[in-house]
């Protein structure tokens, strides 16, 4: 099949979408497909069999001058206006632009795919290809509703208001979502929430779980580092629940020797840097950001316990990266989480979202106990072999795209509703 795979940021070492691009076409590459990915800034990291076709645009929110005002001549067209005059009016354009873009490119190169699969932009460009009869898939991670629930109850005075401005994309996304045939997302529990929240019929969401790469993440060769704690946070917001692992780690050290690595890239000045600086245990936080597979996986593996404190998570990739890793786990009990590692404490011990107190209990337990963190840590191992592939990912979403070009060739292409 000639496929082209759309994502409006590809962020290649934090954040799930660039990896499942990178991943996701590597494999459809290695089961003979032709993939072309769409892409961006920041743009992905890409098997040398996959061609990648930059769809550029104002990038107002790169690193590091974020919010930035651009020259005049950058502006070339009514999309960059509109991308800008959005974000000057504190709303997020990036979904809707990059939809337009890439709909005016696939329009211009009409019969060279067989499949569009967009990952998580949801514009109303896609709509242009529907109704053009354009064989179409998309994925939702998970609804970003739920992002939008957690940060306004973290949120007081102005900033509550112009936080419903910056989600003001997600009712495009539930519209989009409602007139495509058939979704993708990660989970049951994504797609649950999705049918949920985006009032789609729970039948026309397809589950095909994340992979990970077993030969990169993998068991350690040398003794993991005694008393250390590792995390991934994807970005700097609430539904992390970055904050409840810090109070827990402050509140550790006053019992024993820990430190934390938290991979992640923090807002300069931002909260969680704040909050390290007010618990004083900058001594013993480190940050990491913009780091490899390779040297995610070391760190991964260099850890007695992995920690996943969220508040809620479509899937969460690190988790799995780190039961590869064999490392045990103490997760929040929200959203898949439980899913993804199973709710019978074989490979992580679940604590309530939010729960500061229960967190710190379920390290220490795990940070007392070499022989349980070995016992989970192996069967952390196995259930991954067992579930989660890059190869059957592909394979299934393979399966995906033949049913929706049946679907596009034995009817008429519908009208928008």
């Known amino acids: 099949m000639r496929i082209a795979l759309l994502s ?17 076409s590597r494999r459809l590459a290695e089961l003979g497909h032709e993939v072309e990915v769409f892409s961006g800034q920041p743009y992905p990291v890409l098997d040398s069999r996959v061609r990648l076709t930059p769809v550029p ?31 000057w009016t504190a709303g ?22 067989d499949v569009v699969h967009d990952n998580q932009s949801l514009g109303y ?19 970003i509703t739920r992002d939008r629930v957690t940060d306004l109850a973290a949120a007081t005075g102005w900033r509550r208001l112009t936080l419903r ?17 058939e979704l993708l997302t990660v989970s049951g529990c994504s797609a649950d929430d999705i049918a949920d929240d985006f009032a789609v019929p729970r039948e026309g969401i397809r589950v095909v779980p994340l ?27 609430p539904l992390k629940g970055v904050r409840h692992l810090l109070e827990a780690v402050a509140k550790l050290r006053t019992e024993r020797d820990v430190e934390l690595t938290l991979v992640a890239r923090l807002t300069p000045g931002g909260p969680t840097e704040r909050l390290i600086s007010e618990l004083a245990i900058g001594d013993i936080v480190r940050t990491v950001s913009g780091v490899s597979d390779a040297e995610l996986a070391g760190l991964l593996a260099s850890a007695e316990v992995a920690c996943v404190p969220s508040l809620y998570e479509g899937f969460s990739l690190p988790t799995v990266e780190a039961m590869a890793c064999g490392t045990p786990l103490v997760v929040s009990r929200a959203g898949a989480l439980p899913e993804v590692v199973g709710d019978d404490g074989d490979c992580a011990d679940l604590v309530s979202a939010g729960d500061t107190e229960a967190l710190a209990r379920g390290l220490a337990a795990q940070l007392d106990d070499p022989r349980r963190r070995a016992r989970m840590g192996a069967a952390g191992r196995r259930r991954v072999l067992c579930r989660y592939s890059w190869t059957s990912v592909a394979a299934a979403t393979a399966d995906c795209y033949a049913e929706a070009i049946e ?7 519908p009208g928008s509703r």
């Open 211 to 237: 992979g990970v790469d077993t030969a990169v993440f993998r068991p350690p060769e040398e003794p993991r580092v005694p008393g250390r704690i590792v995390a991934v946070a994807s970005a700097d917001v």
């Open 8 to 24: 409006y940021r590809s962020e290649p070492h934090c954040g799930g979408q660039g990896v499942y691009v990178r991943h996701l």
């Open 165 to 181: 401005r910056w989600y003001g994309f997600v009712r495009m996304q539930a519209r989009v979502a409602r007139r495509l045939p």
């Open 125 to 143: 460009g896609l709509l242009s290809l529907r109704r053009a009869g354009v064989p179409l898939v998309a994925t939702v991670h998970h609804p």
């Open 407 to 413: 679907r596009a060739t034995a009817r008429p292409a």
């Open 57 to 87: 645009s104002l990038d107002l929110y790169r690193q590091p001058d974020p919010f930035r005002t651009p020259r005049l001549s950058e502006l070339r067209d009514a999309t960059d206006l509109l991308e800008l005059a959005t974000m």
């Open 92 to 113: 997020f354009p990036e979904p809707l632009t990059f939809s337009l873009r890439v709909a005016k490119l696939l329009r211009a190169r009409a019969g060279e795919f």
